[in-house]
């Protein structure tokens, strides 16, 4: 079974660029989950999408801003990027909150480095 | 102060070693509480996880949760050099959905 596929990899923008990075769930999940784990700060909750609807969102600026798409795939785009963006960008998948019984887990990717120069 | 505090470490050990991490919280409203394993250069791996309190056992890792003192545990018995990562522990509450909450993480050194 495939697990959590990010892309890029690796990722140089030029302050005040746009940077969009992607990623594809496990088949079946419909949960995408974006986190930034910056040095120093942790996993920081970013957004959640479920059934291509944004359902939570944590403490970040607009500009901090993602999509997911009807194969439950996700964008998660960051604009007039600043230099404390310079994180891991990491995108986890869980089965969704109306599919039963959260099991407890996400299943992370490899994760998105993005640095902003 | 944070949600979720939880020492960075670095914890080093001999290999054969039990590791003891731990993470304590702020909310009395977490309800699930998971521990994740972090390789460098990786996303992390789910490890164990508990709902409310009590003890869960996997292989040689062991889950503790003291929801009075809102205290958490993880324990790796007969530890080996492949456990060297950093160790994270999460939580949730289940009325804001699927969203956890992250300790900052703890390194750990497995040497042989």
């Known amino acids: 079974e495939a697990g959590v596929t990010q892309s890029p990899t690796h990722l140089i923008k030029t302050r005040g660029q746009q940077a969009t990075l992607r990623c594809s769930p496990i088949?079946?999940?419909?949960?995408v989950y974006w986190y930034q784990q910056a040095l120093g700060l942790g996993l920081q909750f970013l957004l959640w999408?479920?059934?291509?609807?944004?359902?939570n969102r944590g403490n970040f600026p607009p500009r901090f801003s993602g999509r997911q798409f009807p194969n439950y795939s996700s964008e998660l785009n960051v604009n007039a990027l600043e230099l404390e963006d310079s994180a891991l960008y990491l995108c986890?998948?869980?089965?969704?909150?109306?599919?039963?019984?959260?099991?407890?887990?996400?299943?992370f990717g490899s994760g998105t480095r993005l640095t902003v120069v | 102060q944070k949600e979720v505090e939880q020492d960075p470490g670095p914890l080093s050990v001999p290999e054969g070693a039990i590791v003891s991490l731990n993470c304590t919280y702020s909310?009395?409203?977490?309800?699930?509480f998971m521990w994740y394993r972090q390789y460098s250069r990786k996303g992390p791996e789910l490890l164990m996880y508990?709902?409310?309190?009590g003890n869960k056992e996997d292989g040689r890792f062991t889950a503790q949760v003291d929801k009075s003192s809102k205290y958490i545990s993880l324990f790796i018995r007969d530890s080996q050099p492949s456990d060297s990562a950093t160790y994270l522990c999460?939580?949730?509450?289940?009325?804001?959905?699927?969203?956890?909450?992250f300790g900052g993480g703890t390194r750990v050194l497995v040497k042989p």
């Open positions: 909310n009395s409203a977490f309800q699930y």
């Open positions: 999408y479920d059934e291509g609807e944004e359902r």
């Open positions: 508990t709902y409310s309190s």
């Open positions: 088949s079946g999940h419909t949960s």
């Open positions: 986890a998948s869980s089965l969704g909150a109306g599919q039963g019984i959260w099991a407890g887990g996400y299943t």
């Open positions: 999460a939580m949730s509450r289940v009325a804001a959905g699927n969203k956890l909450t």
